[in-house]
């Protein structure tokens, strides 16, 4: 958890500080100092310490590299982030569709383990549905939501990736 404090400090800062495109800025903090860099684009802040990266912001993820599939035609949204350290990683990107909970339902339960889904419901007009592929620690995580009066699907995916050795079995 101290990581993200450092990584929430250095944040902070780049909102603060206003870095002009492609500037970086060295903050200290008492674990050390992290690095900030805006993209030229100011879509993306990347910051780096002796405890890892962490990488937010629009095209902060690649879809593609999640291990899961992604519904053709979604588009990214604005944010997402990445963080990677001596422990593993973990991605999170939120996409969007015009096309109907029911028929992106459809594609993630065909094109995943029929144990993947773990929850669906939908309610006064919103529905959603929740896929688990993988473990806690190496895995990733589909959420789909469509919001009553809204005819778009929201697709949140997140893996998880561990770099702790696996447990000897006996």
Do not use: H, W
Not at 17 to 39: L, P, Y
Not at 53 to 71: C, F, Q, R, W
């Amino acid at each position: 958890m101290k990581r993200f404090g450092v990584f929430a400090l250095a944040l902070l800062v780049v909102g603060g500080v206003a870095c002009s495109k492609g500037r970086s800025t060295t903050v200290s903090t008492g674990n050390g100092t992290a690095t900030v860099t805006q993209s030229q684009d100011n879509q993306t802040t990347t910051v780096t310490s002796k405890e890892g990266t962490m990488i937010a912001g629009k095209n902060a993820v690649d879809p593609a590299t999640l291990g899961v599939p992604v519904y053709t035609g979604a588009t990214q949204q604005e944010g997402g982030y990445s963080i990677t350290d001596a422990q593993g990683g973990g991605q999170v990107v939120a996409l969007k569709t015009p096309d109907a909970f029911d028929k992106v339902y459809a594609f993630y339960k065909s094109q995943l383990p029929p144990s993947a889904e773990t929850m669906k419901t939908e309610s006064n007009g919103s529905a959603y549905a929740l896929f688990r592929v993988g473990t806690d620690k190496n895995g990733a995580t589909i959420v789909l939501e469509q919001k009553q009066g809204d005819s778009s699907t929201t697709i949140v995916i997140t893996k998880a990736t561990s770099s702790a050795p696996a447990a000897a079995s006996t």
